[in-house]
């Protein structure tokens, strides 16, 4: 007896007809971008007086979601470590600065970054900070990221 219903259906995921296309995303500049903003104190993305996404550059955002993951979390044996840290010395930097080039690499290695200097600050008794350089290869722009951990 033949099924009533063809094999197939629903198996297959519908073909979009026209790509995603995110025209509502524009930086502070006024300039088109193809991802959201993203706030550094709240992580969240950031949205204008007019409820759409603020815009910012790919590459900022990929180097900015990789330390925020890396560095922000306790899970990950760096981010714990580094939240225990009350004196910052050469060993930490070193550490730190070579946990950023791993973190980084996929960005580093496909000729999209160039990392600069890490920084390692300690401005409070319970807190440590990462001040993260680079440069933005796509756009040729200098650019940072600075992430603060602790308790």
Do not use: H, W
């Amino acid at each position: 007896m033949p099924f009533p219903f063809d094999l197939n259906s629903g198996l297959v995921a519908p073909q979009l007809v026209q790509p995603v296309i995110n025209n509502d995303l524009t930086t502070p500049q006024g300039k088109q971008s193809t991802a959201r903003l993203i706030d550094v104190t709240t992580k969240d993305y950031v949205v204008n007086d007019q409820g759409g996404f603020v815009g910012m550059d790919n590459v900022e955002q990929a180097v900015q979601l990789a330390i925020f993951t890396t560095f922000n979390s306790a899970v990950t044996p760096i981010g714990s470590t580094l939240r225990n840290i009350r004196v910052i010395t050469s060993t930490i930097n070193g550490i730190v600065q070579n946990s950023v080039q791993t973190c980084l690499a996929n960005l580093i290695n496909n000729k999209q970054i160039i990392l600069g200097d890490v920084i390692v600050k300690s401005p409070g008794s319970s807190s440590v900070s990462l001040y993260i350089p680079f440069k933005n290869l796509v756009t040729g722009k200098d650019s940072n990221v600075t992430t603060r951990l602790g308790k």
